[in-house]
């Protein structure tokens, strides 16, 4: 996990929900910005990489963006922003394994196989004589 914290900036606004005159007075939601093109911390194979999975979450200027306004505290939140903004790109770097195509087992063949043998002598039996 990387410590995006030198490269992210901050801004606040007055948030709702609960708090009373706190929530007129006091600007507690934080949002987290962060430049992906810019950053140091990435290779520029991560840096498509990123752009391919948060493309809906990346601004047109190139900032992915982060709100969180989840408590009455500036600094709580600004912790969870930059929680969540780890979590996200952490999670989107991470690259899923290629399968490799499986075969198939010899007795699980065999059991198919006489299934279907089954299934046969059973339709075969339904069928009955001429009258």
Do not use: C
């Not at 948030?15 to 706190?22: A, F, L, R, Y």
């Not at 903004?85 to 087992?105: D, F, N």
């Amino acid at each position: 996990m990387r410590d995006l914290s030198p490269e992210i900036f901050y801004r606040t606004a007055r948030s709702g929900g609960k708090g009373g005159q706190n929530v007129n007075k006091v600007e507690t939601m934080v949002e987290a910005w962060w430049h992906i093109d810019n950053s140091r911390l990435l290779q520029p194979e991560e840096k498509e990489w990123l752009h391919d999975k948060l493309k809906n979450r990346i601004t047109k200027d190139g900032y992915l963006l982060v709100k969180s306004s989840e408590t009455r505290s500036q600094l709580e939140n600004k912790q969870i922003a930059l929680e969540k903004l780890t979590e996200l790109v952490t999670t989107a770097l991470i690259k899923p394994k290629k399968r490799k195509p499986s075969k198939p087992s010899k007795a699980a063949i065999a059991k198919r196989l006489d299934s279907k043998r089954m299934d046969s002598l059973k339709k075969q039996q339904r069928r009955g004589g001429e009258y």
